[in-house]
């Protein structure tokens, strides 16, 4: 029963729109960061909730990293880069 109440409450419409507005405007907010960047220091990837930055280049990521740290960021954010291998 449990489980058919969450599934319900995941589809229903008030659910999926709120789902869908949040995801606008995270992907809204990091594009304004790329604008705010030089060309091609960023992208935006990913889908919904689970949108980020690319950076092109890993020291990009670790500098914005290090500021955000610096800065106290405490919102749910999490900032990384990938390493070649």
């Known amino acids: 029963m449990a489980g058919s109440a969450a599934l319900g409450h995941w589809t229903g419409?008030?659910?999926?729109?709120?789902?869908?507005?949040?995801?606008?405007a995270i992907r809204i907010s990091l594009g304004n960061i790329t604008t705010a960047l030089p060309a091609g220091v960023a992208e935006?990837?990913?889908?919904?909730?689970?949108?980020g930055l690319r950076f092109t280049d890993a020291r990009n990521a670790d500098g914005a990293r290090r500021a955000l740290l610096r800065a106290g960021s405490s919102r749910a954010l999490l900032v990384g880069s990938a390493r070649r291998r």
């Open 13 to 24: 419409p008030h659910f999926t729109d709120h789902a869908a507005r949040l995801a606008a």
């Open 44 to 51: 935006v990837v990913g889908n919904g909730a689970m949108s």
